[in-house]
């Protein structure tokens, strides 16, 4: 088995169409390489480790998965642990890179050469659980309302109000949110604070103090699996977990009027619209464009550039790796791709890592 | 014991008993076996559950000799609608044409990783204990220091499993860091919880063991130690087997101590040293995972873990049967 | 008995080294069971000193603070300690009838063969690792639970004390992680009990039959009155034993630490916050987490100390008797 994965000779590529994996046996490599890279993964010998942000744990899981087996041993591991404990660990240099969805705060302890390396974005969905109503469309405000459980039952006039000429059940409505610090509720609040200014009270950041009345879970997988088994439960958690857990989703109000749901082109749309700083950190949340989605999250790896000889090569050659063939690989988890301008600024930046 | 009181009741129930009061004694005889039902039924419910959910994945052979899957987020999401109508997914599986839609579901990770964990406990768990017991029944009997040993096992029964785990977690993970979570680290902390519960069935099994067998060791001048390797430890070492693979058991299944202390892999590692994963561990994090695999892989999980522990629980129950039959 | 013969045959020609090796023997044994003492004192130094941030910078804010919320730095334990006690005692309140109910089956009433059919039931329910039960609640019992509760809820929503008890439930929270925490102290209940009832003279049974007793006004006047002590103890070692539950309770609670009259409520307990939180958290946070420990600790050995003295004094007495 291992050593059959480790000659990496059969690779298809599905992305690019490929039906030539009917019938294979599973987990063979999916990523497309060229020799190039290969030889250098091949050369690898030291592992590094990463964690923190779970909101894209499924795409690094999967991509580690794939980079191992080219490799030919277990080289890179990420651990999601949430984002702030992953920058945590980074400022500890108990982790060679970070995974994280928000940016850090002025007080955090991190290494002061601190790369970002934008990775792939993501929506972030608004599940329910409601059998009687199939599409629901809510506005920002209606959004902060719910989360801050000022609206009790579904048939709230407010909601009313987003949704004319559906009939809206009176079951209460049970929130849903994540009970450890995470990005994923950083950016959603963030979103709110922006785009409901007037109605969001709770602030932003990576925990917010919920209503008692609200629930919690842990990562995004609890929070679909809550609202899974809760009818009239909503909440907020990424797309692969939603779809996995077969949740419904809603339509959300963009800044242009339009009710969007996550789709692959609104993200990218969302991504399209937003302004990228010199240190490859950018806001696709609430953009203006009018098809973009608005809860629209990006996700970055953070990496020291000083490191020790062995680990800068085995976090260059996984950087070039990730940022390059693994990109597309990102549809088929749930994530969008970069777009290619940022792309090329972000594999511009890996040899600035060095020992 | 109690054969006659049995049959006394019922040679007692005459006539001259009130029908109320006979109602009432059967009204609560009833409710005793309705007691019984009302732990038994959810435990019916729960194996049939366990066993109809995981028992799929864990006949195949695979399941005993491969790595835990990585990309069980990629097979879960293959050709899910939800994101194949969102515009996400692989263009081809979305279209019903192949694609990865299978994994490999391998837990030979944590099967390796428990049985390490637990053979690791007992040998340090079982010397420890039957000699502590030992010295409590052969040496110390009711002396202050044994006494004081005696309270505190059963005080220690008590010590949540979580607590040995904070435990390990601060003398061990906390001073070497994320490589000190390991088998090892994860031994430690079980054989903390498996200590108390052996001294104490060690302890009751030597209190078994007659005295005049002692007597007539020492009528020959045997000296205690000898005595006790040679004559006590034998006569009652169906008991103390028994009490020991109970306590296994009870390690085998914990989860608060073993998620501290172990940290996380998807291929098997033999070694005590290195992170590790063991079957309880992984319940939880495939449970957290969601989704369709990572479910089967949770409930096949269960259904491994349950049958350990049953061999385990069984296995004492028939070695106690023998030793009360000899 | 051939093992003593040939012992005696070795002690005749090792003479003396024997005593050397039985002192040796002696200490061995002696060191293995102060293991036990010494485990317990290293968990109490061990975890207090990591605890100490939190003690000495929060201090009664800690013990007696209203609100955790790590995110804010706010660790006050109470809403976990709350949140411990009640679903213990909701576990303790379910499964003591339960459990005296089968002890007083087996040890009153059923055969010889009913009972030991019974008794294996009861071993095979505390063999179940708690992550199962944790596992099988999540998956199957919460989407049963949750309209039960509403339902209930429902019900009793006119009536003022009542309604804020039984309030809304979205399936997880103190009913559900009670219910299942009490069919795992089940067993040991029982097995205590069990024991206890044993203990009741065989000829105080026999007196109250022959004076005419049904078999229940036996137990209720003879079995019962002579068991209260042991009782009580079973009781305790079941709420110690509920209090440090963890994941079975971490997957059924619903991770929201505050303090509410609703029992069909979410909330946290102590273990399930460190469970959930200790190998990712740091600084005070951490702090506070070992100092939950260092509080789980102190509280189960003092509830163990009791039922166990209360145990064994019931025991000498009746003995005695």
Redesign the interface.
């Known amino acids: 088995m291992r050593a059959s994965l480790g000659a990496a000779a059969v690779i298809i590529s599905l992305v690019l169409g490929s039906t030539g994996c009917v019938g294979e046996p599973a987990s063979k490599v999916v990523i497309k390489v060229d020799d190039e890279l290969r030889q250098q993964m091949v050369a690898i010998t030291t592992s590094i480790s990463g964690g923190g942000a779970s909101f894209p744990d499924a795409y690094y899981q999967a991509v580690n998965v794939d980079f191992n087996a080219i490799v030919g041993s277990e080289v890179v591991t990420y651990a999601k642990s949430g984002s702030s404990d992953g920058r945590a660990q980074l400022g500890a240099r108990t982790l060679d890179f970070a995974g994280s969805d928000s940016l850090p705060k002025d007080d955090e302890k991190l290494p002061a050469d601190l790369l970002f390396f934008p990775t792939v974005a993501a929506p972030i969905t608004i599940s329910y659980n409601l059998p009687e109503v199939p599409e629901l469309k809510l506005g920002p405000e209606t959004l902060a309302l719910i989360f801050q459980a000022e609206l009790t039952t579904w048939d709230a006039p407010e909601i009313r109000a987003d949704n004319p000429g559906v009939k809206l059940p009176d079951r209460p409505i049970f929130v849903v949110h994540r009970s450890d610090g995470s990005g994923t509720t950083k950016n959603f609040t963030t979103y709110l604070s922006s785009a409901a200014p007037a109605t969001w009270r709770l602030g932003a950041g990576d925990e917010v103090s919920w209503p008692r009345s609200t629930q919690g879970a842990e990562k995004n997988s609890g929070v679909a699996e809550v609202i899974k088994t809760t009818t009239g439960a909503i909440g907020y958690a990424d797309l692969g977990d939603a779809a996995k857990a077969e949740l419904q989703i809603a339509r959300v109000r963009n800044s242009s009027g339009n009710y969007m749901l996550p789709s692959a082109d609104a993200v990218a749309e969302a991504l399209t619209g937003s302004a990228i700083s010199p240190n490859l950190t950018f806001d696709p949340l609430n953009a203006r464009t009018p098809g973009a989605y608005p809860i629209t999250a990006p996700t970055w790896i953070l990496v020291s550039a000083s490191q020790p000889a062995s680990a800068a090569e085995s976090l260059r050659v996984y950087l070039r790796f990730l940022l390059g063939p693994a990109q597309d690989q990102a549809l088929a988890l749930g994530y969008v791709p970069l777009p290619s301008d940022l792309a090329e600024k972000a594999n511009a930046q890996i040899d600035r890592i060095s020992s | 014991m109690s054969e006659t009181s049995k049959v006394a009741p019922h040679s007692l129930e005459g006539a001259e008993i009130a029908t109320r009061r006979r109602i009432k004694n059967s009204m609560a005889t009833l409710a005793m076996a309705c007691a019984f039902l009302m732990a038994a039924t959810p435990l019916l419910l729960m194996s049939l559950t366990v066993v109809v959910k995981g028992i799929g994945v864990v006949v195949s052979a695979d399941w005993w000799s491969q790595p835990i899957p990585g990309d069980v987020g990629r097979v879960d999401l293959a050709g899910n609608t939800t994101m194949c109508d969102l515009g996400f997914g692989d263009p081809a599986t979305c279209a019903g044409q192949g694609g990865i839609t299978t994994t490999v579901k391998g837990m030979q990770p944590a099967i390796v990783g428990t049985l390490l964990t637990v053979v690791g406990a007992s040998m340090l768990a079982v010397p420890l204990g039957v000699m502590g017991a030992v010295y409590l029944n052969e040496y110390g009997k009711s002396g202050r220091i044994a006494r004081t040993v005696r309270f505190m096992t059963e005080v220690m029964v008590g010590v949540p499993s979580v607590v040995m785990g904070v435990f390990i977690y601060s003398i061990w993970v906390v001073k070497f860091g994320t490589a000190g979570k390991s088998a090892f680290a994860a031994s430690l902390a079980l054989a903390c919880l498996m200590l108390p519960i052996i001294v104490r069935s060690t302890e009751e099994m030597l209190r078994l063991v007659p005295d005049s067998l002692r007597e007539a060791s020492a009528a020959l001048g045997t000296r205690t130690w000898l005595t006790t390797i040679k004559v006590v430890v034998p006569a009652a070492i169906a008991g103390i087997v028994s009490g020991c693979l109970l306590a296994v058991a009870r390690a085998a299944g914990e989860t608060a101590p073993v998620v501290f202390t172990i940290g996380f892999v998807t291929t098997t590692n033999w070694s005590f040293s290195g992170q590790n994963t063991t079957l309880s561990a992984q319940i939880y994090s495939q449970l957290q995972n969601g989704g369709n695999v990572a479910t089967q892989l949770a409930w096949g999980s269960a259904v491994t873990l349950v049958l350990i522990v049953l061999v385990l629980t069984l296995s004492a129950r028939f070695v106690t049967r023998r030793f009360a039959l000899g | ?1 051939t ?6 045959d ?3 020609s090792a003479g003396g080294s ?2 050397r ?2 002192r040796i ?2 200490l ?10 010494i ?2 004192g ?2 109490v130094v ?2 207090s ?2 605890a100490w941030p939190a003690f000495s910078e929060l201090g009664t804010d800690y013990f007696f603070g209203t609100t955790w ?4 730095g706010l660790f006050g334990i109470l809403p976990l300690v709350f949140g411990t006690i009640v679903v213990s005692a909701i576990a303790t309140v379910l499964a003591v ?6 002890a ?2 087996v ?3 059923s ?2 063969r009913v009972g030991s059919a ?1 008794n ?6 505390a ?10 609640g ?3 019992l ?2 049963v639970f ?1 309209p039960v509760l509403n339902s209930i809820a429902g019900l009793v929503s006119g009536i003022p004390v009542l309604r804020s008890i039984f309030g ?1 439930s ?3 929270g103190f009913m559900t992680a009670g219910t299942v925490l009490a ?1 795992m102290i ?1 067993p040991i209940v ?1 097995s205590v009990s069990r024991e206890v009832f ?1 203990t009741v003279p ?1 000829n105080d ?2 007196g109250a ?2 004076l ?1 007793a ?6 209720t006047g003879v079995v019962l009155p002579h068991s209260s002590a042991g009782l009580t103890g079973a009781v305790l ?1 079941g709420l ?2 509920a ?5 079975a309770v971490a ?1 059924l609670i ?3 630490p ?1 303090i ?1 009259a609703n029992l069909f ?2 909330g946290e307990a102590m ?1 399930s916050q ?7 958290a ?1 600084g005070t946070f951490r702090a506070s ?2 100092g939950l ?1 260092v509080c ?2 102190f509280i ?2 003092l ?3 009791v ?2 003295r209360v145990v064994a004094v019931a025991d000498r007495r009746l003995k005695g008797a």
């Not at chain 3, 093992?3 to 005696?8: G, K, M, P």
């Not at chain 3, 919320?69 to 804010?72: Q, V």
């Not at chain 3, 294996?120 to 329910?125: A, G, N, P, R, S």
């Not at chain 3, 209090?243 to 994941?247: A, D, L, N």
């Open positions: 008995m093992d003593i013969a040939s012992t005696s070795s002690l005749l024997h005593a090796a039985d023997f002696r061995g044994a002696l060191a293995s069971g102060l293991v036990v003492l485990i317990l290293l968990i061990s975890t000193i990591d919320s790590p995110s804010e009838p339960v459990s005296v109910g089968i007083l089956f040890t009153e009433v055969t010889k019974v294996l039931t009861v071993d095979l329910l063999a179940v690792p708690s992550v199962v039960f944790g596992l099988w999540f998956y199957q919460v989407p949750q809304q979205s399936g997880v069919l089940t029982t044993m065989h049974r026999l039959l022959a005419g049904t078999r229940w006004e036996m137990i070692l110690g034993r209090m440090g539950e963890t994941v997957l619903g991770a929201s505050h509410s409520g979410r273990p460190i469970f959930r939180s200790l190998s990712e740091s987490l070992f420990g789980l600790f189960t050995v509830i163990n100390m039922a166990r």
